[in-house]
Structures are given as C-alpha cells and as structure tokens.
C-alpha cells in the first residue's frame, strides 16, 4: 500500500532527500505547512537535523504501525463474514493494481486502498442473524443489511484518519444503472472512485475462498460477469481498463 509522508518545516534539501532514499519504495513525500492539516493517510514530521534517508525510516516505520492498525482492523470485518483470513488485504493489493492502471494520484490511490480494507465497516452495525443468516433474507432483512453502506460511511466521516474513504464505502453498491444501493445512483452520479471499488469488490467477492468454501467463480469466470455487466452493473470504462491490464491476473486459476 502506498505510504504518504508530510514534513513540517523540511527545507529542499531534506525533502530531495528523502525522495531520492525513497526510491524502489512507494512513498509520497510532501512539505506541510505549519498548522496545516495532515494530508488524508499521511505520517506528519517536524523536519529535525537529520539527514533525509534517517527521516524517511523514521516515517516509514510509523507509517508501518498504522498500517499494521488499519489491516487489523479489516481483518476484523472479514471475520464477521466468514471470509478467509487475508480477504481485504486481497482487495486492498487488487486496488493497487487497479488504481495503478487508471493513472490514480497518489492521494487516490491511497484513498482507494485503505477504503478496500474499510469498506464493509457498516456489517459491524448490522445484527448476526440478519448478517450470517443461513436461508433467504426477508425483504426488511435485506432493508437492514442495505443501510451497512451508510452505517459504515457515518461511521468513517467520525474519524479524522479514514474520512476521505467515507465516500466510496458509502456507494460502493451502487450500479452504473441506476439498479443498485442506497441510492439508487447511475453513470457519473456515482463518486469514481466508488465505481472502481464496485468492480473490485464483486471481482473479489466471486473469487474469494469462505471458510466453508472455495471461491465460487474462477478468474475467467468472474472476468466474464465484469465484461456482461459493462454499462449495467460496472462502468464499461472502468471495466475495460481493469480487464485490458489484468488486474485479476495475480488470482488467475483457469
């Protein structure tokens, strides 16, 4: 995942060096202005004397932890639904992938990834026997489980740190059709970043292992949906980008 690290005070000197010690790592590295706020998945300095490869590892680290924090966190959602260990953390990396083939800056992809490792939040809010229900839901069964986009948003608009994912957790259901949840959205009136995630979570969700199950779609299985669902479900354009640089690859099994 990307890491964003925002130095106070830092003079020329010190920010071209800890840009040239950040190469073959992916980090961002960006003055802050004093009282200015922390840009959105960033580590805050106070430049010191020290030379730029010792602050660049002094931030990397505290990036690290926080990191560490987040994926904790996602591994916690993933849980309430019986998904393998590592199941965000797969869509986390297929969003790397994915905001790195749509030229994404680097404050979108960030946003991106850390709302793939946040984006059920809500199903924290709904009950168990509505969540893990083993028949069909009734109709205000699927009411409740449809307000955990809105649940989770609120909940990530409450926090500092993760509120520039508060959008697209909140649409992430949406369908370029206008078929889709909360809202009813269609085309562009659903947030962009949200529809890349719409992608990546019906891709991950097809493919991904439950522990009482394998994936139930392959690679090409759940390539196939993406490609019938374009203009439906999924952004055509943002379909034909996520097939054309095989973003799914890494998980290819047929």
């Not at 950040?22 to 004093?34: H, N, R, S, T, Y």
């Not at 404050?107 to 990834?113: A, I, K, P, V, Y």
């Amino acid at each position: 995942m990307l890491k964003r690290v925002a130095v106070v005070g830092a003079t020329k000197t010190l920010l071209d060096g800890m840009r040239k010690a950040a190469k073959g790592v992916d980090v961002e590295v960006m003055p802050l202005e004093g009282g200015d706020e922390t840009p959105p998945g960033a580590v805050a300095l106070v430049a010191g004397r020290v030379k730029g490869e010792e602050a660049l590892k002094a931030a990397l680290a505290l990036s690290g932890r926080h990191e560490e924090l987040l994926e904790l966190l996602a591994e916690a959602i993933d849980c309430r639904e019986a998904f393998t260990p590592g199941n965000s953390l797969r869509v986390r990396d297929h969003a790397t992938r994915f905001a790195r083939a749509l030229g994404l800056s680097p404050s979108d992809q960030l946003t991106l990834e850390r709302a793939a490792l946040v984006r059920d939040i809500g199903k924290l809010r709904v009950p168990n026997e509505i969540l893990l229900k083993d028949g069909l839901l009734t109709y205000d069964e699927w009411a409740t489980l449809h307000t955990h986009t809105a649940l989770g948003a609120a909940l990530l608009e409450e926090t500092g740190a993760l509120k520039d994912t508060a959008e697209i957790v909140h649409w992430h259901h949406e369908c370029y059709d206008g078929t889709g949840y909360p809202d009813g959205l269609e085309g562009d009136q659903i947030p962009y970043l949200a529809r890349a995630m719409k992608i990546l979570d019906v891709y991950c969700a097809m493919t991904s292992p439950r522990r009482y199950r394998a994936g139930l779609s392959s690679h090409r299985e759940a390539e196939d949906h993406l490609r019938s669902e374009a203009g439906g479900h999924f952004d055509p354009d943002l379909v034909k980008t996520f097939l054309d640089a095989n973003v799914g690859e890494v998980n290819a099994d047929a």
